[in-house]
């Protein structure tokens, strides 16, 4: 190969890759690690989603479904959204079944993104976000949400950064590092800022399902957001399926029908086990969701009142299964803190600022682990902060 000529495209060279990962892939080469980093739960997929599986195996279902989904899944998908959150798709037109909430994300920013439009990004987020709107042609717009406002946009803040060129803004309620709930009131906030610049909005709603405190709002029951929406959600967090990898996206047909064409070119459809699965579980799963719910719930009151016990001062996340603690109590940068925690204690977090500038001087500690080793994990960080405070 040309060694004077680099083959990878620029964007591509440019990206950081993983911060998570970085952390992830140190701790598994240690020994007595406990992870409280990677966001999975760690209840196993119930056993009617399994079992239907391995019917599907077994009775041969091992083809290609059409290219948007099984249509019962679809159906299944569109009774379920209408129920649980009050929100109606058409099976047949405006839902696609996807190779997880990732690939739906992915797929949305393409269809929507012409060459350097903007996508505002709230920050913390899921690192995806950012490289994904990137990947698409399109360039991130960071908006820095604060720890007094427990890390929520405020309006004034989308109104400083929409330009020409935005398109759209991009949410996550619960959030992914921060677990913040969006209430109603401030969905509509954000709303009608997207009604007054005509802007879409990309809500990943993929931990809908935990939420502890308050019943969960969608953005697209929100007053006349329905037809400005695009839809993200899956089965990976809260039926305890990521490794299924299988999502969704529901939005108005003209949406849905530009997705399906790059799903098609480049996915072809999810797999087919995978499906059945899905649709077993949302037969059958509401059960096992209301357990790891009430079990999630549990272990958040846990580790947050020791976490502030300790002195890392931490809100109560309304919903996913992330705490976000201030750490600057110790001295030391957010990176400096989860490689010391790792090697000194064996407890492995994610430092806050891989997931956005505002990130810095917190952690994510995932509470997906099992009580005993939540409370392992806690004594030896409240040893690490003892040793570390200022």
């Known amino acids: 190969m040309n060694q004077t000529k680099s083959y990878i495209a620029d964007k591509v060279a440019e990206m950081k890759p993983s911060g998570i990962r970085r952390f992830f892939d140190l701790a598994s080469n240690m020994e007595g690690v406990i992870s409280l980093g990677v966001g999975e739960p760690d209840f196993v997929t119930s056993w009617s989603a399994r079992e239907a599986a391995i019917l599907s195996l077994e009775q041969g279902y091992t083809s290609y479904t059409a290219n948007p989904g099984m249509l019962e899944l679809r159906e299944e998908i569109s009774s379920y959204m209408n129920r649980r959150f009050h929100v109606e798709y058409n099976p047949k037109s405006e839902i696609i079944v996807t190779v997880g909430a990732s690939q739906a994300i992915d797929i949305a920013l393409r269809a929507i993104l012409n060459p350097d439009e903007e996508v505002i990004v709230l920050e913390p987020c899921f690192v995806a976000y950012a490289p994904l709107v990137t990947l698409a042609g399109g360039n991130p717009v960071p908006v820095q949400t604060l720890k007094e406002n427990e890390f929520k946009v405020l309006p004034e803040q989308l109104e400083?950064?929409?330009?020409a060129k935005t398109k759209a803004i991009m949410i996550c309620s619960p959030s992914n590092p921060t677990g913040s709930l969006l209430s109603a009131s401030e969905l509509e906030a954000i709303a009608n800022v997207a009604k007054k610049h005509d802007l879409l909005i990309i809500s990943d709603e993929i931990y809908a399902e935990l939420c502890y405190d308050e019943e969960y709002t969608s953005m697209a029951a929100i007053n006349e957001m329905w037809d400005r929406t695009l839809l993200i959600s899956g089965f990976s967090k809260g039926f305890a399926m990521t490794g299924w990898r299988l999502g969704f996206v529901c939005a108005p047909e003209e949406l849905t029908q530009a997705m399906l064409k790059i799903h098609q070119y480049s996915l072809m459809c999810a797999p087919t086990m995978a499906q059945f699965a899905g649709l077993e579980a949302l037969k059958s799963g509401s059960n096992d969701v209301e357990d790891m719910r009430?079990?999630?719930r549990r272990r958040r009151n846990l580790v947050?009142?020791?976490?502030?016990?300790?002195?890392?001062?931490c809100h109560i996340p309304g919903g996913a299964f992330y705490a976000f603690p201030d750490i600057t109590a110790t001295g030391l940068t957010s990176e400096q803190f989860a490689e010391k925690l790792l090697m000194e204690e064996k407890v492995a977090v994610?430092?806050?600022?891989?997931?956005?500038?505002?990130?810095?001087?917190?952690?994510?500690?995932?509470?997906?682990?099992?009580?005993e080793q939540l409370q392992e994990a806690l004594k030896r960080m409240k040893d690490f902060t003892d040793r570390y405070r200022q």
């Open 160 to 163: 400083a950064v929409i330009t």
């Open 294 to 296: 009430k079990s999630y």
């Open 304 to 313: 947050v009142q020791s976490l502030n016990d300790m002195g890392l001062s």
């Open 350 to 371: 994610v430092p806050g600022n891989v997931f956005g500038e505002s990130g810095e001087g917190h952690i994510r500690c995932s509470y997906a682990s099992s009580l």
